[in-house]
Antibody, heavy 120, light 111 residues
């Protein structure tokens, strides 16, 4: 069964750090590009960061550049998001999503999401 | 703030056809493919349409996508109650350093 399971969310104070994880199963993780996408409460979707299969190509939204770092461990079938200098506006459900390799970006598998709340 | 603009809401009765627009620019829809996602209440988004008009296996053919110039559309024909959800378009934008952008989202209500 193809599955993505996020973990690591929680309550953190402004300026704090958090590391999200995404465990992949049921497919060859190392073949796929991956992304983090977030959704603030009651709001729309916002793309956060993107990493290719070999970690040689990474892109991030301007809103998180310099604060968030995406990474992956293909040997452990895992995707990560290191979030530093967190702000209230980073409060959201964070989803990891799979993107088949190729020229077209299409997130075909999503995790259930993990909630991050930044508040004092 | 998203550069892909969608109407905030759309509605129809069962069996009707509903169309959702997604307006962009030459740096996104005008030069890259469009993807559509469906998000049912309380759940994660799901892929609905990719490459402007392609349906993944398992997506009913009631859903169709199209693109013209810097705008795209999602049509739902034969609207069903289970289609009540939020719908988002998305595309890469080649401006600045390049980024992926989702549309503002459209809530579809089945009356």
């Amino acid at each position: 069964q193809v599955q993505l399971v996020e973990s690591g969310g929680g309550l953190v104070k402004p300026g704090g750090s958090l590391r999200l994880s995404c465990a992949a199963s049921g497919f060859t993780f190392s073949d796929y590009y991956m992304s983090w996408i977030r959704q603030a409460p009651g709001k729309g979707l916002e793309w956060v960061s993107y990493i290719n299969s070999r970690s040689s190509y990474i892109k991030s939204a301007d809103s998180v550049k310099g604060r968030f770092t995406i990474s992956r461990d293909n040997a452990k079938n895992s995707l990560f998001l290191q979030m530093n200098s967190l702000r209230a506006e980073d409060t959201a459900v964070y989803y990891c999503a799979r993107d088949p390799p190729g020229e077209v970006t299409a997130f075909d598998i999503w995790g259930q999401g993990t909630m991050v709340t930044v508040s004092s | 703030q998203s550069v892909l603009t969608q109407p905030p809401s759309a509605s129809g009765t069962p069996g009707q056809r509903v169309t959702i627009s997604c307006s962009g620019s030459s740096s996104n829809i005008g030069s890259n493919t469009v993807t559509w996602y469906q998000q049912l209440p309380g759940t994660a988004p799901e892929l609905l349409i990719y490459s402007d008009n392609q349906r993944p296996s398992g997506v009913p053919d009631r859903f169709s996508g199209s693109k013209s110039g810097t705008s795209a559309s999602l049509a739902i024909s034969g609207l069903q109650s289970e289609d009540e959800a939020d719908y988002y378009c998305a595309a890469w934008d080649d401006s600045l350093n390049g980024f992926y952008v989702f549309g503002t989202g459209t809530k579809v209500t089945v009356l």
